[in-house]
């Protein structure tokens, strides 16, 4: 089984939620390249559970070991191998889920493929808590395209039927980092509240309620990605649908295209004061023919309800398949669509960083900035 991405930046992610262990190795990352400790971790703090009553009460510090990879603070060109410990497990919640799979969540699927040997505690691989190790890779990312001027943001888009403001058409670094030093990552705060009761509602039901994540990525060349199967829509889709409750993707404005007329959704060529040639809106998300245009990459993912809900619901028992009743105990998330936001920004960059690297005209050494 191979739980990786990537082709000149190969990410591969390993653990489950409840072993000793979760982990994520990272090939080909460039040598040389300086990584902030600091700002890795105040990255990886935005996903962490257990900070408010909007998420699971599971709360771990995420403090990655680096194995290998790394030395006196810079990437060697060898595989970079990051482990995080689980500490605050509680496998007991579990036991009754064994033979009883929750709907929507990969238990049954696991147990039809591995026949009932794989480690489903807190959802094992499935979990997301394997996306703390994905983090700190793609921490390790943004911080080598910031070095280039290339930026990566994201926010809450919606959450139920209430929406955040979208991102202007060509957000800058400053709105990001506003977003990510935010509790409850949005653009219009007087949105998120109303957000928040909607998740805090969901809670309340002994239930959980799903949401959408807006990202953009700035400063990427024009040239990136090639045609039909290696597009940058491709690489990013095989990546995002790793994440655990990822259900939908569109680029740009996406399935509002299919509504338009041409004369609406075509974005029009011009060039700019200093003669780079721009579009003036960007509806394809700027990507054309799987190819980078230059404009910011903007993309939306839909993250489904959390599958744990405290309400019973029908199942069946393993392996006889008769009619039973789940009732799930444990800590889980009303909603995770708060805490995939990093995630899906740590995802990008890796994807981004790939990119530039398979394009040796867009990757470039360059010198530290203090």
Not at 272 to 300: A, K, S
Not at 337 to 365: I, K, T, Y
Request: net charge negative.
């Amino acid at each position: 089984m191979a739980s990786q991405f990537g082709e000149r930046l190969r990410i591969s992610v390993f653990g489950e939620s409840h072993g000793n262990g979760i982990g994520a190795v990272a090939e080909g990352f460039p040598a040389g390249e300086t990584i902030y400790t600091d700002r890795l971790l105040r990255f990886m703090e935005r996903r962490q559970g257990g900070r408010n009553a909007l998420s699971t009460s599971r709360r771990e510090p995420d403090i990655p070991e680096f194995v290998s990879g790394i030395f006196e603070n810079k990437t060697t060109g060898f595989p970079v191998c990051i482990r995080i410990a689980n500490t605050n497990t509680r496998s007991g919640d579990y036991n009754n889920l064994v033979l009883k799979p929750r709907p929507s969540h990969a238990d049954f699927t696991a147990y039809r493929k591995w026949h009932g040997h794989a480690d489903m505690r807190g959802g094992g691989h499935f979990s997301g808590r394997l996306t703390a190790p994905l983090c700190a890779v793609g921490a390790m990312a943004l911080q080598a395209l910031e070095r280039r001027g290339i930026y990566v943001g994201a926010h809450l888009s919606s959450i139920g039927s209430v929406k955040d403001d979208p991102f202007p058409m060509l957000p800058d670094q400053a709105l990001f980092a506003e977003i990510a030093d935010k509790m409850f990552p949005v653009i219009s705060d007087t949105q998120g509240e109303k957000m928040q009761a909607e998740i805090l509602a969901a809670r309340e039901d002994q239930d959980s309620i799903g949401g959408t994540i807006e990202c953009v990525v700035t400063g990427l060349p024009a040239g990136l990605g090639d045609p039909m199967f290696d597009g940058m829509e491709n690489r990013l889709a095989r990546a995002l649908f790793g994440i655990p409750a990822v259900k939908g993707l569109e680029f740009g404005d996406g399935f509002a295209l299919s509504e338009m007329r041409g004369s609406a959704a075509n974005d029009p060529f011009c060039t700019d004061e200093n003669g780079n040639i721009i579009t003036n809106t960007n509806r394809n998300g700027g990507i054309l023919g799987g190819i980078t245009t230059g404009m910011p990459v903007r993309f939306r993912v839909a993250i489904k309800p959390t599958p744990s809900i405290s309400k019973p619901q029908q199942t069946v028992s393993l392996p006889d398949g008769a009619d039973t009743v789940l009732e799930i105990k444990g800590r889980h998330d009303p909603c995770i669509a708060q805490r995939a936001v990093p995630v899906v920004e740590a995802v990008a960059a890796l994807v981004a960083l790939d990119a530039m690297l398979c394009c040796s005209d867009s990757f470039s050494n360059v010198s530290e900035k203090t």
